[in-house]
């Protein structure tokens, strides 16, 4: 079993930044692709990102790219989300999944984080 915490959200003025973490445990993590997700009141959860195992592929949402970036430290079994630039509508609960191949829907992660709220005010 994996579980993941994540930690890092907040409420932020539109154009500030944050850092999200999810700390990972329970298998090798190394082993795993990591997503970032989110998801607004009354809408579907989207991807925002992913990171390989390697960390050698990286893959973003149009809406995000040139402003997050995904890492990860497999030495503390952490993923992380930077967020610059950040808009209201950014606005969403955060989630961090994990699964062995790398997916752009939520339905290719088998393991989920509990979620943490950004709030963007403009």
């Known amino acids: 079993q994996v579980q993941l915490v994540e930690s890092g959200g907040g409420l932020v003025q539109a154009g500030g930044s944050l850092r999200l973490s999810c700390a990972v445990s329970?298998?090798?993590?190394?082993?795993?692709?990591m997503g970032w997700f989110r998801q607004a009141p009354g809408k579907e959860r989207e991807f925002v990102a992913a990171?390989?195992?390697?960390?050698?592929?990286?893959y973003y949402a149009n809406s995000v790219k040139g402003r997050f970036t995904i890492s990860r430290d497999n030495a503390k079994s952490t993923v992380y989300l930077q967020m610059n630039s950040l808009k209201p509508e950014d606005t969403a609960v955060y989630y961090c999944?994990?699964?062995?191949?790398?997916?752009?829907?939520?339905?290719?992660?088998?393991?989920w984080g509990q979620g943490t709220q950004v709030t963007v005010s403009s």
């Open positions: 990171i390989r195992w390697s960390g050698g592929f990286r």
């Open positions: 329970g298998r090798t993590f190394s082993n795993y692709t």
């Open positions: 999944a994990a699964d062995r191949l790398y997916g752009s829907s939520p339905y290719d992660y088998d393991y």
